[in-house]
């Protein structure tokens, strides 16, 4: 997501590199194409005119005229103003020891169920002990889709009967709570294909009656313009504490993550990024405008190597082998994709060409070619004469070229590290493969 927005905000803003002043019309030339690249994003009207307007004005007072990089300053200026559309400081929902219960609400197929999932999965790591509410009863697969990521998280599910009362639902509730002690309540409540009236007052007296601690919006992120009417009239009639986007890894234009935020007022707290279980992360406003930006996010990624546990003992480059290079390919694939990795390294971003893509079918081949391996060809490659690699090519429905292309430029990385090694007086290096 955000990839057109991205490539549009930086081509307006490259223009003004390398001139040493610009005039204020090539600023406004500068903002008006920012402009336009936020409306093709779907970002709001009003938010993009507010958003240039203040851009504008710190342009002006920062003197950028005057200045010697006009261009890093803007990119500077731009970045600040993306943090604060998008809410400032990260937020975080507020828990505490106990009495804990929070609201799920948004229309049908914005990912209420799933997110109720994924949070009671993220909050379980953590240490809390939740418990999932089926109080979806107006589409028939809901109750049977949470029962089921219930189970996937090993979290337990009460379900509310068709047309049972708020009132029965609480009582229900403290029942339970009673003799399986939680303390922390998640409510996949019900939605509809659109708003009315129906959907509104069910919330309402349901909201009225359990008295949630927090009520969030979930919001698929691919809806776009419609997704501001939405909050703003969640927000007027049954009242919301935050946002959380689903569908943040889709290729829609984005523009709802930045409009969202502006109706209504309430932090971003969650973003979906992924259909897995554990594709829920808290939500960083300067995380994303780095990535939109085009400055990579070098914090997101350290944070996820340190997840899959990627640091492994010093290994001098002799040592490095073929199983090394599995190992850590299979780390790294729990992170995201090889093509999103990349581009959450600062610099990298802005090298990438436009729609830049990462052939997984390749990385998929080269994984087949080193498991058709056996352990001792993986350690020493040295061995692979060529009735192996004939054999291996067979085992990985793959050629003897790429077998040969694989080696070589496992052999030519190896050859490369210990030529750094040398230059840099080192007697180990951390290896990038692997363990």
Same mark, same amino acid.
């Given at each position: 997501?955000?990839?057109?927005?991205?490539?549009?905000?930086?081509?307006?803003?490259?223009?003004?590199?390398?001139?040493?002043?610009?005039?204020? +019309?090539?600023?406004?030339?500068?903002?008006?194409?920012?402009?336009?690249?936020?409306?093709?994003?779907?970002?709001?009207?009003?938010?993009?005119? =507010?958003?240039?307007?203040?851009?504008?004005?710190?342009?002006?007072?920062?003197?950028?005229?005057?200045?010697?990089?006009? +261009?890093?300053?803007?990119?500077?200026?731009?970045?600040?103003?993306?943090?604060?559309?998008?809410?400032?400081?990260?937020?975080?929902?507020?828990?505490?020891?106990?009495?804990?219960?929070?609201?799920?609400?948004?229309?049908?197929?914005?990912?209420?169920?799933? #997110?109720?999932?994924?949070?009671?999965?993220?909050?379980?790591?953590?240490?809390?002990?939740?418990?999932?509410?089926?109080?979806?009863?107006?589409?028939?697969?809901?109750?049977?889709?949470?029962?089921?990521?219930?189970?996937?998280?090993?979290?337990?599910?009460?379900?509310?009967?068709?047309?049972?009362?708020?009132?029965?639902?609480?009582?229900?509730?403290?029942?339970?709570? #009673?003799?399986?002690?939680?303390?922390?309540?998640?409510?996949?409540?019900?939605?509809?294909?659109?708003?009315?009236?129906?959907?509104?007052?069910?919330?309402?007296?349901?909201?009225?009656?359990?008295?949630?601690?927090?009520?969030?919006?979930?919001?698929?992120?691919?809806?776009?313009?419609?997704?501001?009417?939405?909050?703003?009239?969640?927000?007027?009639?049954?009242?919301?504490?935050?946002?959380?986007?689903?569908?943040?890894?889709?290729? =829609?234009?984005?523009?709802?993550?930045?409009?969202?935020?502006?109706?209504?007022?309430?932090?971003?707290?969650?973003?979906?990024?992924?259909?897995?279980?554990?594709?829920?992360?808290?939500?960083?406003?300067?995380?994303?405008?780095?990535?939109?930006?085009?400055?990579?996010?070098?914090? #997101?990624?350290?944070?996820?190597?340190? =997840?899959?546990?990627?640091?492994?003992?010093?290994?001098?480059?002799?040592?490095?082998?073929?199983?090394?290079?599995?190992?850590?390919?299979?780390?790294?694939?729990?992170?995201?994709?090889?093509?999103?990795?990349?581009?959450?390294?600062?610099?990298?971003?802005?090298?990438?060409?436009?729609?830049?893509?990462?052939?997984?079918?390749?990385?998929?081949?080269?994984?087949?070619?080193?498991?058709?391996?056996?352990?001792?060809?993986?350690?020493?490659?040295?061995?692979?004469?060529?009735?192996?690699?004939?054999?291996? +090519?067979?085992?990985?429905?793959?050629?003897?070229?790429?077998?040969?292309?694989?080696?070589?430029?496992?052999?030519?990385?190896?050859?490369?590290?210990?030529?750094?090694?040398?230059?840099?007086?080192?007697?180990?290096?951390?290896?990038?493969?692997?363990?």
């Amino acid at each position: 997501m955000f990839e057109t927005l991205s490539q549009r905000i930086r081509a307006a803003v490259d223009k003004l590199r390398g001139r040493g002043r610009i005039s204020e +019309a090539d600023l406004k030339t500068t903002l008006r194409e920012i402009r336009m690249s936020l409306l093709e994003a779907d970002v709001n009207f009003e938010v993009a005119k =507010a958003f240039v307007n203040a851009v504008q004005e710190k342009a002006l007072g920062a003197q950028v005229l005057e200045s010697l990089t006009p +261009a890093e300053q803007i990119l500077t200026i731009v970045y600040e103003e993306l943090v604060q559309t998008l809410g400032g400081e990260a937020k975080q929902p507020t828990l505490k020891s106990e009495g804990n219960l929070w609201f799920m609400v948004g229309l049908q197929g914005s990912g209420k169920t799933t #997110t109720s999932g994924k949070l009671a999965a993220f909050y379980k790591a953590k240490g809390r002990r939740p418990l999932l509410v089926a109080a979806d009863t107006q589409r028939p697969a809901a109750r049977e889709q949470l029962r089921i990521l219930g189970e996937k998280v090993g979290v337990p599910v009460l379900e509310v009967a068709d047309g049972e009362r708020p009132e029965v639902t609480a009582r229900r509730l403290r029942e339970h709570l #009673t003799f399986d002690y939680r303390d922390l309540v998640i409510v996949d409540t019900a939605g509809r294909l659109q708003i009315d009236e129906a959907l509104m007052g069910e919330l309402a007296k349901l909201k009225e009656v359990l008295r949630p601690t927090e009520t969030f919006l979930v919001i698929d992120a691919m809806t776009g313009q419609e997704a501001l009417g939405v909050s703003r009239t969640f927000d007027e009639r049954v009242g919301i504490s935050g946002l959380i986007l689903t569908k943040l890894d889709g290729d =829609a234009r984005g523009g709802a993550a930045l409009s969202a935020r502006y109706v209504t007022q309430k932090p971003i707290v969650f973003a979906g990024v992924s259909e897995k279980i554990e594709g829920l992360e808290p939500f960083y406003p300067d995380r994303l405008a780095s990535r939109i930006l085009g400055m990579g996010d070098l914090q #997101t990624l350290l944070e996820k190597a340190k =997840a899959v546990e990627l640091e492994g003992p010093l290994k001098t480059p002799g040592e490095i082998t073929l199983e090394d290079l599995i190992t850590q390919m299979r780390q790294m694939r729990k992170m995201g994709s090889f093509a999103d990795i990349l581009k959450m390294i600062p610099g990298v971003s802005r090298a990438l060409p436009p729609g830049f893509t990462v052939d997984e079918k390749a990385i998929n081949r080269l994984e087949a070619i080193v498991l058709s391996m056996t352990r001792e060809e993986r350690r020493d490659p040295r061995i692979l004469n060529a009735s192996r690699r004939k054999r291996i +090519a067979a085992g990985s429905g793959t050629s003897v070229q790429e077998v040969n292309r694989l080696i070589k430029t496992f052999e030519e990385t190896k050859s490369m590290m210990k030529s750094l090694a040398k230059q840099k007086g080192r007697g180990a290096f951390r290896n990038p493969f692997g363990r």
